[in-house]
């Protein structure tokens, strides 16, 4: 494969032969085209209460099996209006293997509608 502006790339095999069907998912990884993603963010448990020990989580890896430095994770926790319930920052190393990052907290009031926004910096992604 010459395409190399991604780090991963699957191909689809697939053969059929009478009522026999197979299916081949092959997975290729660029080792020298990074991407740093966000791959789930999260709150410790709904809805939040006042006064009761919380949390909010991210994982987060390199699309490809490098290492990328210098990276940015902000985690924010925001309710109805848009305004800021907390937030939780990583700054460090994402690699191939998955990373998680979390941030405790405590409020002084119930939310049950509120909203989870992960924002992402690294210098090697843009």
């Given at each position: 494969m010459n395409h190399n502006q991604y780090p991963v790339y699957y191909l689809v095999a697939q053969t059929e032969y009478k009522d026999t069907k197979s299916i081949l998912n092959i997975r290729f990884a660029r080792l020298e085209t990074n991407r740093v993603t966000v791959n789930f963010s999260t709150i410790g448990s709904y809805p939040i209460k006042a006064g009761e020990d919380n949390?909010?989580?991210?994982c987060f890896n390199n699309n490809a099996t490098g290492q990328v430095e210098n990276n940015r994770l902000v985690i924010t926790a925001l309710d109805e209006n848009g305004q800021e319930i907390?937030?939780?920052?990583?700054?460090?190393?994402?690699?191939?293997?998955?990373?998680?990052?979390?941030g405790g907290f405590k409020v002084n009031r119930d939310y049950a509608n509120f909203s989870i926004k992960s924002e992402l910096y690294s210098e090697e992604t843009g």
């Open positions: 949390f909010v989580f991210s907390t937030s939780h920052e990583y700054r460090g190393l994402m690699m191939g293997t998955m990373l998680g990052s979390k």
